[in-house]
């Protein structure tokens, strides 16, 4: 089983994460944040993984380091879980509506960390959530899961419907691309290595 489990521990957050990529989008997820909750739920639940966080992070300060730092946690997990990466379909590029807004990502797990992120028109919050968090979350994840990802908003007016196009995109791009397909032969790469 593809899994991996990962605790990480600073002066500014406090975060136990288990992670598994063949699972069947089961989650716990106890971050403090509301709505972030609720965007990694629906990450996983149409992901098919299992994922279990609790985050105790220093929220009296701001949202940042509790976002920032379960990128990087779910990133570690999540690069972990794939262990040797043989025979994983590595690419895929998912299309994902949210009612009025249309996202698209395309991810690569290639070894090498690389982030493009375009998303206009967002407000400033949803809630007490800081939008601009959403960037520093993928950001975190692509550094430490050294995987490419581009996340390209088509377009869309409500900035909750936007984002969640995002998550949920992104959840179905990681299923895709860690599948096991039979017909690849070892690593799917010319170089030998990902």
Do not use: W
Not at 135 to 151: G, K, W, Y
Not at 178 to 185: F, G, L
Request: hydrophobic fraction near 35%; proline fraction near 2%.
């Amino acid at each position: 089983m593809r899994k991996a489990t990962v605790s990480r521990q600073t002066s500014e957050t406090s975060i136990d994460l288990d992670f598994t990529i063949d699972g069947d989008g089961t989650s716990s997820i106890k971050t403090g944040i509301g709505f972030f909750d609720h965007m990694l739920t629906l990450m996983t639940k149409h992901g098919l993984f299992n994922l279990e966080v609790k985050c105790d992070g220093d929220l009296e300060v701001d949202q940042h380091h509790s976002v920032e730092d379960i990128g990087i946690a779910l990133g570690q997990a999540f690069y972990e879980s794939l262990g040797d990466k043989k025979g994983i379909t590595r690419y895929a590029t998912v299309t994902t509506p949210m009612d009025e807004a249309l996202s698209t990502i395309s991810l690569d797990i290639s070894g090498r960390a690389y982030f493009v992120y375009h998303m206009e028109g967002l407000k400033d919050k949803v809630g007490n959530f800081d939008t601009e968090l959403v960037e520093e979350f993928f950001q975190a994840f692509v550094s430490n899961a050294n995987v490419t990802l581009h996340i390209n908003l088509a377009y869309g007016k409500n900035t909750h419907h936007m984002i969640e196009s995002i998550f949920k995109g992104f959840g179905r791009a990681l299923d895709q691309a860690t599948q096991i397909n039979p017909r690849i032969k070892g690593v799917p790469s010319t170089k030998g290595s990902l």
